[in-house]
């Protein structure tokens, strides 16, 4: 029930609205997290890409330039216009003008991708005047009709990336109107509309990190191969060049993802034989995906590179002082994600990941034992030094210097592993489980970190742009990065400290009248006799003293404000001395202790029947039982005073009652009344003077800020 109100309070948290809890039985977990892994793209980032940089090799346009590129693509098609009205042009071949290139690059950019442009209809009713024609018909009327569709146009594709990259290519006039299963239609700066027939689609997939489309265009018939894809597989496509790997590593320095973009044209006899071959490897009984692969490869050979695109993912609100802030409590945080080194350090600096005073090691590409060796000896000589590892030199480490590499990873302050696939995210928590025995949170937005996250002590996963499977898959699920602060440092908090009182009282109330019935059984002989009949027993565990216990969980040391202002308050539980062996055996001391003075006491004073032990044990019982959890109280509520105040009253309201456990004439006498207190002051006393002593000499951190 305790877990249960804990989850409750996180989702109704207004400050962290859109959290969701999918696991009751772990939110006390969030309060010892010692190791924090983080996805990067659309968990730090905000996975809405905005396109910066297209570079043609010789020359590079940039957001303040991109209007030049507008007007390359007005004068090319003007030019194209003119030479189809004079004539067929020359065959030879003629060094391509920038103007040229331009127009193939964004070409290639409008037409090379899985994206589809949806038109809102009402929108569409709204803005087609009366009087239009066919949608081909290219009336002054219809072009208006093309305009406000595009202006109600939203992109739909699989990644953010593509969308960016067409969403520009409409910015500089050269939108793309309209697609279907077998036609994409382009619209020139003139409005003329450029029809295209798809004859093939080869899908992006995580192996082979391109995607690639064949294209026959309508009106001249020619055939093209397009061909985008990350620059570590389009280095060896591609024809020499020797600006392409400088030009990447500029953009990824300046925190850009980079697409290496390439074309090559195609005869219909080139293009008939390659469709006869692909078509065979496709029916291919075995070996089917190996065949296919070996097919589109032969055709991907000296492609013409065509352009390098830089697209920014900007970081999400509040990244930097929510890092931050996790650092202070304690946290070390690692980064895992599929990038290439160059942008995941970048985006590790600018969210401060990586902290102004701290260096960065970037550990060297390793493929041998040696080069392992070698390497981690340099990195051992640096102190206080954030680590920057691939992927592939992350594997080798792990198989030949698995423990020597962890020990040094753990101490550094952030580690960030670029270039990691699903599975080594996976691996990397479970290492980090083992080596240091703490807990692990790991966090991401993807399909590709649900191993990642399941893998963890507790799963954090952010419903995204990309889809809802992380979120699902998870423990909790929030809908930005900055929740983590305070459902880590105030939700979490609270709910280990509330679960550790919750727990001590649990066992403090089951130990103190389990010494009561040994003592009494031991005074009278050990004989079978239980201390109290029935109902008493029954209410004890449940009427007299739950509610009291139960408001626990409304208890806090400090204020949320105070948590997230002071997140050093969180540093002290990952040590878990909270519910320790250490407190275990107290409560176990105090719980011998009160039981002792309870029953001893109501031995000694008691008088004439049996009857009178019942009543003043079990009332002292009851009393100490309600002082106790006042004594534990840190700030008061409502409930809780009420949540006293009841069990008290039901307690003397059954002292009324129950008449066939307790002597009413007794009761009312004023020596049951004295015997009772003397009781209850003997067992609640000392333990009172010790916690003000210790508070007073030893206070805990959170009574200086209170």
């Known amino acids: 029930m305790g877990k249960a109100f804990y989850s409750w309070s996180m989702q109704r948290d207004k400050e962290i609205a859109g959290t969701v809890v999918r696991s009751t039985t772990i939110p006390e977990e969030l309060g010892r997290i010692s190791y924090l892994l983080s996805d990067k793209t659309g968990t730090l980032t905000q996975n809405e890409m905005v396109f910066k940089k297209l570079h043609l090799g010789t020359v590079s346009f940039s957001t303040e330039t991109f209007d ?17 009205s004079v004539g067929p042009s020359p065959t030879h071949k003629v060094r391509r003008s920038e103007v040229t290139r331009v127009l193939e690059a964004v070409k290639a950019l409008a037409l090379c991708h899985n994206v589809t442009p949806v038109y809102e209809e009402q929108e569409i009713e709204e803005s087609h005047s009366p009087g239009s024609g066919s949608l081909e018909s290219q009336t002054e009327a219809d072009q208006h009709y093309w305009q406000q569709k595009q202006e109600s146009c939203v992109y739909q594709a699989s990644s953010p990336d593509e969308v960016a990259l067409v969403r520009w290519t409409e910015e500089v006039s050269l939108p793309l109107v309209r697609r279907d299963l077998v036609n994409m239609h382009l619209r020139t700066p003139s409005g003329q509309i450029l029809s295209f027939t798809i004859l093939q689609i080869f899908p992006f997939t995580s192996e082979t990190k391109r995607m690639g489309i064949i294209l026959k265009e309508d009106q001249s018939g020619d055939i093209t191969f397009y061909l985008k894809g990350a620059d570590v597989v389009m280095s060896g496509i591609v024809q020499y060049n020797d600006w392409l790997e400088e030009e990447c590593g500029n953009m990824a320095r300046e925190g850009l993802r980079t ?22 490897a496709r029916m291919s009984v075995s070996d089917r995906v190996a065949q296919v692969a070996a097919v589109v490869e032969s055709l991907e050979r000296e492609m013409e590179l065509l352009c390098v695109t830089g697209v920014e ?55 041998t034992r040696t080069d392992a060796h070698l390497e981690l000896n340099t990195f051992r000589k640096k102190q206080d030094c954030a680590l920057v590892i691939s992927g592939d030199s992350l594997e080798v480490c792990l198989q030949y210097y698995q423990h020597e590499f962890l020990e040094l990873a753990c101490g550094c302050p952030a580690v960030v592993c670029c270039r990691c696939s699903p599975t080594q995210k996976a691996e990397v928590v ?13 966090v991401g937005d993807g399909g590709n970190d649900v191993s990642m996250i399941q893998a963890a002590d507790a799963g954090i996963g952010i419903a995204g742009r990309e889809g809802h499977q992380a979120s699902l898959a998870a423990d909790f699920s929030i809908p930005q990065f900055s929740h983590l602060a305070r459902l880590l440092l105030v939700h979490g908090r ?11 009282f649990v066992i403090h109330r089951g130990l103190i009248i389990t010494t009561m019935q040994a003592v009494f059984s031991s005074v009278f002989y050990f004989s079978s006799v239980a201390l109290y009949q029935g109902f008493l027993m029954v209410g004890y565990a449940t009427v007299y003293t739950m509610f009291p216990v139960f408001s626990l969980v409304l208890d806090k040391d400090v204020s ?19 519910l320790s062996f250490k407190t275990f055996l107290m409560w176990v001391l105090i719980s011998i202790y009160q039981g002792g003075v ?43 005073v009420m949540a006293e105040l009841f069990s008290l009253a039901l307690y003397i309201l059954s002292l009324v009652v129950l008449k066939d456990y307790f002597d009413a004439e007794f009761i ?13 002051l003997v067992s609640c006393l000392p333990l009172y003077i010790l916690k003000f002593l210790r508070k007073k000499f030893s206070p805990p951190s959170y009574s200086k800020l209170s």
Request: hydrophobic content about 45%.
């Open 313 to 367: 993912d900007r970081l999400q609100d509040r990244v930097r002082p929510t890092l931050e802030l996790l650092r202070n409590a304690g946290i070390k945080i690692w980064m895992l994600t599929g990038d290439k080194l160059e942008t995941a350090t970048c985006i590790a600096k600018s969210s401060r990941l990586v902290s102004r005073t701290q260096g960065l090691h970037v550990f060297k590409a390793v493929v």
């Open 668 to 680: 009312q006498t004023t020596d049951f009344l004295w015997k009772v207190l003397i009781i209850t």
């Open 494 to 504: 609270r709910s280990y400290k509330r679960s550790a009182s919750l727990s001590q």
């Open 560 to 578: 949320g404000k105070i948590a997230l202002t002071y997140p050093e308050l969180y540093k002290e539980l990952s040590k878990g001395r909270s």
């Open 430 to 442: 479970r290492l980090i489980q083992r080596h240091t025995g703490k807990r692990t949170a790991a």
């Open 68 to 84: 030049e590129v507008s007007s390359h693509l007005t004068t090319a098609f003007t030019q194209q216009a003119q030479v189809e």
């Open 598 to 640: 309870i029953m001893y006491g109501a031995l000694v004073l008691f008088e004439d029947e049996f009857i009178h032990i019942v009543a003043i044990s079990f009332t002292s019982l009851i009393l100490t039982e309600l002082i106790m959890v006042a004594l534990t109280v840190r700030t008061w509520h409502i409930i809780m």
């Open 259 to 280: 697409l290496v973009v390439a074309k090559k044209s195609l005869t219909e006899e080139q293009y008939l034989e390659f469709e006869t071959r692909y078509n065979a």
